[in-house]
Structure formats: structure tokens, C-alpha cells
């Protein structure tokens, strides 16, 4: 099994679109072989001390994947595509950690 943490940093005023968008692959992608976990998680604004301030434009996608084929399978899916290009005005920066259990 792989991990893998998707932050996607999106322009001022466009997590509620971009969600909106994104909820809609969710159950497509939920679907593909080797998908064990894939779901949109945001800053929880917290008393912890060692906790940043929350990011408030910041998408953060939590996924489990069986293995590696299994996830570059999913980068290239149709509806992945599809999606990318509905969201790409939407969005700053994306950054991928891809993590294995040690």
C-alpha cells in the first residue's frame, strides 16, 4: 500500500468551486482498481501549539493506493483528465508526496 498527500494551493475565492468540481470524480475515482482511500480534507484551525496557522485556500487530498501502478493508472484516467482541465483556472500550486509504510 502507498500514501499519498495531494496540497493543492488554489486562487482567492475558488475552494467552493473548486470542490464542487472535485466531489464530483470522487465517487469515479472511489471505483478504479487499487483505490482504497481518496477524499478532500482543509486546515482545522486548532489550540495545539506546534499546529501552523490554517491554510484557508489550501486543498489537501488524502489518498491510499494498493500500489504504484495503481496510482499512475489513476493520473492518467479519463475522467482525471477531464477533471484537470475544469479545475486548472482554479488552481496555483500542486504538490505530491507519495509515501510508503515503513
Known amino acids: 500500500m502507498i500514501h499519498v498527500i495531494a496540497t493543492i494551493q488554489l486562487k482567492p475565492d475558488t475552494v467552493d468551486s473548486f470542490l464542487a468540481e ?3 470524480i470522487v465517487p469515479l475515482v472511489l471505483t478504479e482498481q487499487g483505490c482504497l482511500a481518496y477524499g478532500p480534507t482543509m486546515d482545522l484551525e486548532t489550540n ?7 491554510r484557508l485556500s489550501t486543498v489537501v487530498i488524502m489518498e491510499q493506493w494498493q500500489d ?8 492518467i484516467a479519463p475522467h482525471m483528465l477531464t477533471y484537470r482541465q475544469k479545475v486548472k483556472d482554479y ?3 500542486v504538490q505530491l508526496q507519495v509515501l510508503k509504510p515503513v
Not at 495545539?48 to 490554517?54: F, G, K, L, T, Y
Not at 504504484?68 to 493520473?75: M, P, V
Open 48 to 54: 495545539i501549539p506546534a499546529q501552523p496557522d490554517a
Open 91 to 93: 488552481i496555483e500550486s
Open 22 to 24: 472535485f466531489r464530483q
Open 68 to 75: 504504484l501502478d495503481s496510482l499512475e493508472s489513476h493520473l
